[in-house]
């Protein structure tokens, strides 16, 4: 049990996480803060938090743990702001997408004395956000990875492993540069392609409306292009190693689907395509 | 009403089209044609046509209406074996995704006398397959093309159009190759960026279990994956041109964005991530 959460960013991942461990009677009181009155006077008549501070200081003031829910471009300007109001005991932990970004500017925050610093990243989320998307069940059997550093305090990586068990999440573990890599494989990647897909053809989209004849699969496929754009522009710019490194590769390959395709090599084709379905079968089916 | 009609290919879209014809009281009989004996008389038990033939020649005697629902590289193959069972009456009709090429293999097999063979595109469909997956419903308010030619017999078409919107879709028309081109643009080039972003990671997968950090917006981005390989080998094959021109597009497009995500060009970020969330945003309203 946490007796008091401050949740700095209520949106979709701030409001959900405190709607679960509400549900999950997992916490004690949890206080809002963020920059837009409006959104903190939703959250409170949602119930998604018990009160809301407009003054930082006060927000985390006697927390037990603060939870940072804002676009990782905000790390650095919201740990300084909040690094007066700490105290030795207080655990602070984050959401973001790009781990490296944000353990970067914890250094350069708090140097090496990180130990209550406990660097998260739960893997949910939906294409909407804000605090009128969240629901307590997000995270709900999904992955919540966790990237503790050398000198992390083991009882604060015990509490805030225990405060996404308390969600339903499925708690991991790996180091930053694994999570980095991977992220921007399976997450980064093929929000730039949808995006980078979307726009290609809003441009053309005057010429041949070609959105009319979209069926469902391009609906699926970019679902995910409706995501938060200053959201996706942090993540660019704080992982930028990685997904370009991501991206080249992927480029390459599909130069070479391209030029199989150019030349009707349907041996080629058919074993990508056979390969491809094989492995999303068998990924359907473990998850 | 069309009394007889034969599917050659009795899957997903050639099954899907049977039921929605019962189901709207729209066909007298259905005959199935296939080459697998399990798969027809599985369509069969689920009522799905109400006889079956081996022989493609006793499977179009009579027929009102034929449709072709295979691959399309196995066009030129049924029309040449159809084609002396024909009578001057027989509409023909089909459900290729790439129409230049199947218009070519009609030209091959009839000349100029094409009058009955109206080229039609259902835009539907699922990444599954087989007679098992149809379902009655699968057309209602999606689009079918059709792209009849110059010659195209006014009362063909008006059959082929009426039996469309008995299943419940939208018919509209276009040419041929501006199908082609569309086509291309909103689902052939997904389905190869889904593909081969799956086969990348499969690939890469063996060190790093990539797919376990996967998250909802995975799974949607690359359900399209999962689509029938052989059929999809047989699209590239048919529409290679207009395919090949909008990947070299989509590849000039995304090395730009691979560029500012290299030098950190915040303001080309957002604004390609902006302008692809407002043409998702309302292309998911208007659909």
Known sequence: MINRLSIIGVGLIGGS?????????AVGQVVGYGRNIEHLQKA?????????ETDIAVAVRDADVIVLAVPVGKTLEVLQSIKP?????????????SKGAVV???????GDALENFVPGHPIAGT?????????AELFENRRVVLTPLDNTNEAALKIIRRMWQDTGALVEQTSVEHHDDVL????HLPHMLAFELVDALATMDDKIEIFRYAAGGFRDFTRIASSDPQMWHDICVTNEKSIVAML????????????AIKAGDSDYLLQVFTRAKKARDQFSMES
């Open 17 to 25: 996480l405190a709607r679960a461990l509400k549900k999950a009677n």
């Open 44 to 52: 409170l008549e949602l119930g998604v938090v018990d009160k809301y």
């Open 85 to 97: 109001y700490l105290n030795s005991k207080t655990i602070i932990t984050d959401v973001g997408s």
């Open 104 to 110: 970067k500017a914890a250094r350069e925050v708090f």
């Open 127 to 135: 294409e909407k956000s804000g605090v009128e998307a969240s629901f």
């Open 184 to 187: 921007a494989a399976t997450s």
């Open 248 to 259: 080249d590769l992927f480029m390459a390959d599909l130069e070479r689907l391209r030029d």
